[in-house]
């Protein structure tokens, strides 16, 4: 597909359904920290997501592309997404979904922050400057208000640390030759990178495993399959046709469904913080991201 300045109805429907996928994997991970060490489990994502990328792009015809023209982004673009899960994974596992989502979905406020400095046509107006204020102001909420045991202030800031990895990668792809390669390339490299980097890191979480039962090892297949393979290709193919941004700006979807399913399939207390932290990152994405339409016109 080319590219295109907008989201149009294949988008929406895409990054809805993508949305969805990825709210409902926040609750799988924490799930799946029940029967693996999260570091180590997240390596075995990579790894097995690895294996499917290979078999899906030998059946689909795609060559493989190391050129050294790639390199440096290329591993930088492994780091990250390496550094991300690292962050995520071991967030998931000490404190709420709710409160993890909501801070990890801020990263299209960061990405509109940088945004306004190196991408041409996404700078800040006064309307996406006030969404990005209320979004921080939600996320100082969320900060702020906590209950004994139920989250910490490290699994807090690892989700926030999370975010901004997966804004480095959303501008990787954008301001480096890794950008001229296939959405299936983007992904290998930081599968072959993490795989490494995450398995390596785990040796410093504790034991890696927990006593998996086959709920435990569904959820990893989930991970491996509908997320880190198939679903994160299709992420980035979607960064290759539309404005970054707007393309982040769907995010916002997700802590909302996240909250949902914490609540409906974990039975998180939802408390009147998180609800009215939700709402202020939403209102403040969508301000962020909303595309200005001109006045006049045929």
Known sequence: MERKDHIDLFGVVSLVGFACVLAF??????????????????????????VVLILWMRVRGVSVDFSRRY????????????????CLFWALDNTTVSRASILFYTMP???????????????LTLRRAAGLVMAMGGVALVLSVRKGGEASIMG???????????????????????????????LMWQLIVSSIMLIAAA????????DPQPVHYWALLYQVVVVASLGYMFWFFLMSVYPASGVASFSFLSPVLSVFFGWALLG????WNTVAAL??????????NRRHRPQGGA
Do not use: Y
């Open 268 to 271: 998180e207390e939802v408390g």
């Open 25 to 50: 994997n926040q609750v799988v991970i924490k799930v799946g920290t029940g029967g693996f060490q999260p570091v180590f489990m997240a390596g075995l994502r990579s790894l097995g997501a690895l």
């Open 109 to 123: 406020m960061m990405l509109a922050a940088v945004a306004h400095f190196v991408l041409p046509g996404e700078r």
């Open 203 to 210: 040796f410093f979480f504790g034991p890696f495993l927990r």
């Open 71 to 86: 390199w440096a982004s290329g591993f930088l673009l492994g780091a990250l997404f390496g550094f991300e899960f690292v």
């Open 279 to 288: 709402v202020m990152v939403a209102i403040g994405l969508v301000l962020i």
């Open 156 to 186: 807090d800031v690892a989700a926030l640390a999370a975010a901004a990895g997966w804004a480095g990668i959303a501008l990787t792809v954008r301001l480096t030759p890794v950008a001229e390669q296939r959405p299936e390339m983007q």
